[in-house]
């Protein structure tokens, strides 16, 4: 299968290759994308060198499918063009995530929704990715009607440029600011630009994607920070049920969910951190405990690396599953 990553270079995309060899994703012809500035370097995929390429040459070339970690104006440009080719191509950005005629797909909780007509498919928010899979199986069997979550979530959501300004403020030099502010020794109470509302476009994110994947009728109000950290996204999250329901029962649930590990024993300090989730793929969750300030509510906490799962994982997961239902390719 010949497979474009685009935005080969950056942060997603470097693990999107790390992924795919991972997987052992049938990969017959690699075509890494960047920009002009990086073309004609390479990248290493299965021990080998390859030319990064640009964009015209990549979609002349025909590829099957197509990963885009690139930003939302390079996905809006030039997704549709890949797909005029007959190319899938799967998304990271937040361009087409809130398109009714566009899929917004977590493979374990909507991946049936996907038919061979879906040329353009969007990964959700990293932080919304980790949420819905804990969500997701709560939500069957004892209906979410209101979720107040808050992230605490790693530099390298912002990217390169924030990994960078965190390692320098430990090392006390001077250099370029992802942040207005200092992030060492810090947390920034905003993710993204703000909105009119006073959220902040990521805060909007995980409300309006979380309705679209699992429920439109359910509420969701969310608070985002930066925090220093580098290993993976953390939300502490607060549930409100349709249905009365039990600890226990609630922990079979979350134990028998695809993609979910359960870490919830207090007394030996058995919870999920980033430090545990980073390079991993699963979506870790624990400190479950009840809202005793109200009936049918439910604490919990939960972590997950957020270049993986949260956005290269969750990307080849929809590759997989289409290569499986024989809609990747052209028709």
């Known amino acids: 299968m010949k497979v474009a990553v685009v935005g080969a270079t950056g942060l997603v995309g470097g693990v999107m290759l790390k992924v795919l060899e991972e997987r052992g994703f049938p990969v017959t012809e690699l075509l890494p994308v960047a ?4 073309v004609g370097g390479t990248i290493t995929f299965k021990g080998k060198e ?26 809006l440009e030039w997704a549709p063009r890949f797909a005029e080719v007959g190319c899938t191509v799967i998304d990271n950005s937040s361009a087409w995530r809130m398109e009714p005629d566009k899929q917004l797909v977590v493979p ?32 069957a069997a004892l209906g979410v009607e209101r979720v107040v979550v808050s992230t605490y979530q790693a530099v390298t959501g912002t990217g390169m440029k924030a990994v960078q300004q965190l390692e320098n403020e430990r090392l006390g030099v001077d250099g370029e600011m992802a942040y207005p502010f200092p992030i060492d020794r810090n947390v920034i109470p905003r993710c993204d630009v703000f909105t009119d509302n ?8 995980l409300v309006n994607e979380t309705k679209k994947i ?42 028998a969910a695809p ?37 049918r509510t439910l604490n919990l906490w939960i972590v997950a690396d957020n270049l993986r799962k949260g956005a290269a994982t969750n990307a080849v997961q929809i590759a997989e599953l289409l290569v499986r239902a024989g809609h990747l390719g052209r028709q």
Do not use: W
């Open 198 to 205: 006073g959220y902040t476009k990521e805060e909007m994110k």
């Open 50 to 75: 390859v030319v990064i390429i640009g964009m015209e040459e990549a979609i002349a070339r025909r590829p099957d499918v197509a990963l885009f970690s690139a930003g939302g104006g390079t996905s």
């Open 108 to 139: 374990e909780v909507n991946g049936h929704l996907l038919t061979a007509n879906d040329r353009i498919i969007a990964n959700p928010n990293c932080s919304t990715i980790q949420l819905v899979m804990a969500l997701a199986p709560l939500h």
């Open 35 to 38: 920009t002009a500035k990086s």
């Open 259 to 295: 993609g979910v590990l359960l870490l919830d024993d207090p007394a030996h300090d058995s919870y999920p951190m980033p430090i545990i989730a980073q390079g991993r793929d699963e979506v870790f969750v624990g400190r479950l405990r009840r809202d005793e300030t109200q009936p």
């Open 214 to 255: 699992l429920d439109p009728a359910i509420r969701v109000t969310a608070t985002a920070v930066r925090v220093p950290v580098t290993g993976g996204h953390s939300e502490s999250v607060n549930i409100e049920f349709a249905r009365e329901f039990e600890l226990d029962a609630v922990r079979d649930l979350l134990r």
